[in-house]
């Protein structure tokens, strides 16, 4: 949820409709409510709400609907922009949903994301984002919330929402673990695990540290446009594999919902020893998410 | 699943006395494991060995009815070829000629039976 123009659409259109960051600028404005929905991680189904235009509107619409909106709630994203001149009145707004929230769903994980913060001059971001966040946390109460500096254009985004996907896996801590008996056994330096349709990333496991942090965000990103080029010409990506002089990266398909990535640098390990470990793991996997994947 | 390392040590342990090469194919031929002096010849012994291996099992499956190919002995001029089965997969020793097929056989039979539970087990687990 968010105010009108603070990015919730565009956000929608990256991470869940393969588009790149500069062609959101011609999405049009959403008027009055605009909600709309997008299914990720199998069951879960994503529910955006468009709080924009006119207020009575609003008012009226969400006094009535209260209850059929909040019901149900597994996770609340909210989206603030960072430059918003009227603060006061997203906050009430953003009360307003939590009152909701803990009437119809107090279980809920709250999420706020605090966007564009590409508009702050850098040296500022930080101290931005802490005030910001400390006054979120202190409106919240007794609700717990947590909170990221996102913006389109850099991979902040990315991180944001691999962590809100990461916490809605029950169980992450079982599948991390199992994860991190693949990669031994395969003698991997590192595993990943993406998010089917989004190519977030939920869990990884390393053997060998990497001194890129943002290789994640990275990767989601690329193995997205590659997916996107292979589907203008009207082929699914299903798999691939890449070889250099210092390492082997392999990417599959894993589950229903996931693909895995598996990064290799012990030149001894032949290709199809490695591609058998994927398809034997896949089984093991499957049965994993279906005991663990959110219904 | 597969140990990489701990396959390549038991490959190892065969490739002694006149075994030049062993390999570990899957059903396509690509080499899982092997153990070779050259990366070069372990490959090329691979491709071969894999296309004898299913081109006898293809022209002889009209011929034999339900029995199924289970072991290949090839005599040439620069050494001995013992190929066989394990699960789905092919076990490939490559000797030199002065190894008598006897104990080639002998040896690949015994690492045959020894890697057939743990990978029929993993192919169980494979079919989708
Ligand atoms: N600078 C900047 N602009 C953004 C960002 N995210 C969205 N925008 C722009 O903000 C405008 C409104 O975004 P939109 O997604 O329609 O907002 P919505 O009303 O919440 O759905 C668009 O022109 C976007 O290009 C961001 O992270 N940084
Ligand atoms: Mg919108």
């Given at each position: 949820?968010?105010?009108?123009g603070?990015?919730?659409?565009?956000?929608?259109?990256?991470?869940?409709?393969?588009y790149v960051a500069?062609?959101?600028r011609?999405?049009?404005?959403?008027?009055d409510?605009?909600n709309?929905?997008v299914r990720?991680?199998g069951?879960?189904v994503?529910?955006?709400?468009?709080?924009?235009?006119q207020?009575?509107f609003?008012?009226?619409?969400?006094?009535?609907?209260?209850?059929h909106?909040f019901?149900n709630?597994?996770?609340?994203?909210y989206?603030?922009?960072?430059?918003s001149?009227?603060?006061?009145?997203?906050?009430?707004y953003?009360?307003?949903?939590l009152?909701?929230?803990?009437a119809?769903?107090?279980?809920?994980?709250?999420?706020?994301?605090?966007?564009?913060?590409d508009?702050?001059?850098?040296?500022?971001?930080t101290?931005i984002?802490d005030?910001?966040?400390?006054?979120?946390?202190?409106?919240?109460?007794?609700?717990?919330?947590?909170?990221?500096?996102?913006?389109?254009?850099?991979?902040?985004?990315?991180?944001?929402w691999?962590?809100?996907?990461?916490?809605?896996?029950?169980?992450?801590r079982?599948?991390?673990?199992?994860?991190?008996n693949?990669?031994?056994?395969?003698?991997?330096?590192?595993?990943?695990?993406?998010?089917?349709?989004?190519?977030?990333?939920?869990?990884?496991?390393?053997?060998?540290?990497?001194?890129?942090?943002?290789?994640?965000?990275k990767i989601?990103?690329?193995?997205?446009?590659?997916?996107?080029?292979?589907s203008k010409?009207?082929?699914?990506?299903k798999?691939?594999?890449?070889?250099?002089?210092?390492?082997?990266?392999?990417f599959?398909?894993?589950?229903?919902?996931?693909?895995?990535?598996?990064?290799?640098?012990?030149?001894?390990?032949?290709?199809?020893?490695?591609q058998?470990?994927?398809?034997?793991?896949r089984?093991?996997?499957?049965?994993?998410e279906?005991?663990?994947m959110?219904? | 699943?597969?140990?990489?390392?701990a396959?390549?040590?038991?490959?190892?342990?065969a490739?002694?006395?006149?075994?030049?090469?062993?390999?570990?194919?899957?059903?396509?031929?690509s080499?899982?494991?092997?153990?070779?002096?050259?990366?070069?010849?372990a490959?090329?012994?691979?491709?071969?060995?894999s296309?004898?291996?299913?081109t006898?099992?293809?022209?002889g499956?009209?011929?034999?009815?339900?029995?199924?190919?289970?072991?290949?002995?090839?005599?040439?001029?620069?050494?001995?070829v013992?190929?066989?089965?394990v699960?789905?997969?092919l076990?490939?020793?490559?000797?030199?000629?002065?190894?008598?097929?006897?104990?080639l056989?002998?040896?690949?039979?015994?690492?045959a039976?020894?890697?057939?539970?743990?990978?029929?087990?993993?192919?169980?687990?494979?079919?989708?």
């Amino acid at each position: 949820m968010g105010k009108s123009g603070s990015g919730k659409t565009s956000m929608r259109s990256i991470i869940f409709h393969n588009y790149v960051a500069r062609d959101t600028r011609r999405l049009g404005a959403t008027i009055d409510v605009e909600n709309s929905r997008v299914r990720f991680l199998g069951n879960l189904v994503l529910n955006l709400w468009d709080c924009g235009g006119q207020e009575t509107f609003m008012e009226n619409y969400f006094a009535a609907q209260r209850d059929h909106i909040f019901r149900n709630v597994e996770v609340l994203i909210y989206v603030f922009d960072v430059e918003s001149r009227e603060i006061e009145k997203d906050m009430h707004y953003y009360q307003d949903c939590l009152e909701a929230i803990l009437a119809n769903s107090k279980d809920a994980k709250i999420f706020c994301l605090i966007h564009k913060m590409d508009l702050v001059q850098e040296e500022l971001r930080t101290a931005i984002f802490d005030e910001r966040l400390h006054e979120l946390e202190k409106r919240s109460e007794p609700l717990k919330i947590t909170a990221f500096a996102t913006s389109i254009w850099d991979e902040t985004l990315y991180k944001a929402w691999s962590s809100i996907v990461h916490s809605l896996i029950p169980n992450v801590r079982e599948l991390e673990s199992q994860l991190q008996n693949f990669a031994t056994i395969c003698e991997a330096d590192e595993v990943m695990l993406f998010e089917r349709t989004t190519f977030l990333v939920i869990s990884h496991s390393s053997r060998i540290e990497c001194s890129d942090i943002h290789r994640f965000e990275k990767i989601s990103n690329y193995m997205k446009q590659f997916k996107l080029s292979c589907s203008k010409f009207q082929a699914q990506f299903k798999s691939m594999e890449i070889r250099q002089a210092n390492f082997a990266a392999f990417f599959d398909v894993l589950t229903a919902n996931t693909y895995v990535m598996v990064i290799m640098s012990d030149s001894s390990v032949e290709s199809a020893a490695t591609q058998m470990n994927i398809n034997v793991a896949r089984k093991h996997f499957e049965k994993l998410e279906v005991t663990h994947m959110p219904r | 699943m597969l140990k990489p390392k701990a396959i390549s040590q038991v490959l190892k342990q065969a490739t002694t006395g006149g075994v030049k090469a062993t390999l570990l194919l899957n059903s396509e031929g690509s080499p899982l494991a092997f153990i070779s002096d050259s990366d070069r010849d372990a490959r090329v012994y691979a491709a071969i060995a894999s296309n004898i291996w299913s081109t006898f099992e293809k022209n002889g499956k009209n011929l034999m009815r339900d029995d199924n190919l289970k072991f290949l002995l090839v005599e040439c001029e620069k050494g001995n070829v013992a190929i066989t089965t394990v699960s789905n997969m092919l076990l490939c020793l490559v000797a030199k000629p002065e190894v008598e097929l006897g104990i080639l056989k002998a040896k690949t039979d015994a690492l045959a039976r020894h890697l057939e539970e743990p990978f029929q087990r993993m192919t169980t687990y494979t079919q989708t």
